[in-house]
């Protein structure tokens, strides 16, 4: 039995919610690495809060 990486639970976490439709992520400017890991996981920007200093994405 493999286990997952925290990363890989957290995406079965949100998974878990079959009632929950949308998702919506918050990234704060300059964090590139929060929001390729989301961006990986099939995110997209939905948004952008603050003049750009807030990133919004929303599941697929």
Known sequence: MTSL????????????????ADFFISVSNEN???LRFYTGKGFRISHEIMDGFITVLRNP
């Open 32 to 34: 590139d690495p929060a």
């Open 5 to 20: 990486s925290p990363s890989e639970k957290s995406m079965a976490w949100l998974k878990s919610f079959e009632y929950v």
